[in-house]
């Protein structure tokens, strides 16, 4: 079976656990006035992807087609239509769920940013879809974009072919340039609340019929920080031994890394560049989860350099040497190709400053 994260992904509106955005999406439906460009903003792990890919699934469900053909293809349509939700025995709907859909097109910017990248794209633009009416362009991270690649887009965006339907995202809004959001339909996706994650969690839990203490998904949606992908992960982690509670949520997110992490501030101490390698290797062949990892790190560091300054306990570290790790880690960067490339990276670049 797949991970939970992608087994669970919601299939339409209703199923989106970030509230203004399943009130907004649906509202847009019922009303049958749909923009043709948006621009979805917000953190990674919100549901902006899965959003997109419900709209997609919900133009191209056969029952759809008088609502499409009156906002898409009518100048003056008489009469607006409700959109249905995407019918899930579909082909073409399970395609676009399972992203093998030659309809949608998927472009990630961040590696294709360019010029050439856009004009290609822009090339595609003018075949219609083999399938159905409407090709569907999900442009992710655009904020990566050049300015060369943001001005051609431009163009596209205020003149679209009829049968294309635009949906840019982006972690970093500010980074878009003003022209181009000008051209879009906005739709903020904000970090999930405590009681978002939990409902989400819950309907998972339902479906796999497993039981769950209140505390403990509580405990899990705080170490998710508001995004509803990394606590689907952990959940799963946890539920991979049975019933949850919070005995396990702490023995196996959290509470099991303090030997970890005091092992890996022995190396940063010792500045061992080849036991600091083997240390990483480990975490990743165990499959330790990177983001609890760090967070359980900072929080690590951060006592250290407290105990200083109140002079409790015994610290391993002094204060000058927690207040540096904790300034030179502060911008670690999650979601690299390679699980903890960033703090690795990181820890290797202190050890070569500190040996010169």
Not at 177 to 195: E, G, I, K, M
Not at 285 to 301: G, P
Not at 314 to 328: D, E, G, I, R, T
């Amino acid at each position: 079976m797949s991970t939970w994260q992608t087994y669970y992904r919601p299939h339409n509106f209703s199923q989106l656990h970030l509230t203004s955005v399943r009130e907004n999406m649906q509202a847009l439906a019922r009303s049958g006035r749909l923009p043709r460009v948006w621009l979805f903003t917000g953190p990674r792990g919100t549901g902006k992807t899965s959003t997109a890919r419900i709209l997609a699934a919900m133009l191209a469900t056969p029952a759809n087609q008088p609502a499409i053909e009156n906002n898409f293809f009518q100048d003056q349509p008489a009469k607006l239509l409700p959109f249905a939700d995407p019918d899930e025995k579909n082909s073409e709907v399970q395609k676009i769920f399972a992203g093998d859909s030659f309809s949608v097109i998927e472009l990630d910017a961040a590696s294709h940013r360019g010029i050439d990248d856009v004009r290609q794209l822009q090339e595609q633009m003018f075949m219609p879809p083999t399938i159905g009416t409407m090709a569907v362009y999900i442009l992710d991270e655009v904020h990566m974009f050049t300015t060369e690649a943001f001005n051609a887009l431009l163009k596209t965006l205020e003149e679209p072919p009829k049968h294309c339907f635009f949906i840019l995202a982006t972690t970093e809004k500010h980074k878009v340039p003003a022209t181009v959001v000008s051209r879009c339909s906005l739709l903020d996706f904000h970090q999930a609340s405590n009681q978002e994650l939990i409902t989400s969690f819950q309907r998972i839990l339902q479906a796999e019929k497993i039981s769950a203490e209140p505390a403990a998904l509580t405990q899990i949606a705080d170490l998710a920080e508001g995004s509803f992908r990394d606590g689907v992960k952990l959940l799963q982690t946890v539920a991979n031994y049975g019933e949850i509670s919070a005995e396990k949520v702490t023995k196996y997110l959290v509470g099991n890394q303090e030997e970890l992490l005091k092992e890996l501030i022995k190396i940063i101490l010792a500045k061992d560049d080849l036991a600091a390698v083997d240390f990483f290797a480990r975490l990743r062949q165990r499959e330790t989860d990177e983001k609890v990892f760090i967070k359980n790190l900072f929080n690590f560091l951060y006592q250290q350099l407290v105990n200083n300054i109140k002079k409790d306990g015994q610290p391993v570290l002094s204060k000058n040497q927690a207040q540096f790790l904790l300034n030179h880690l502060l911008d670690v960067k999650l979601n690299a190709p390679l699980p903890y490339l960033d703090l690795e990276l990181k820890v290797l670049e202190i050890f070569s400053k500190a040996k010169k």
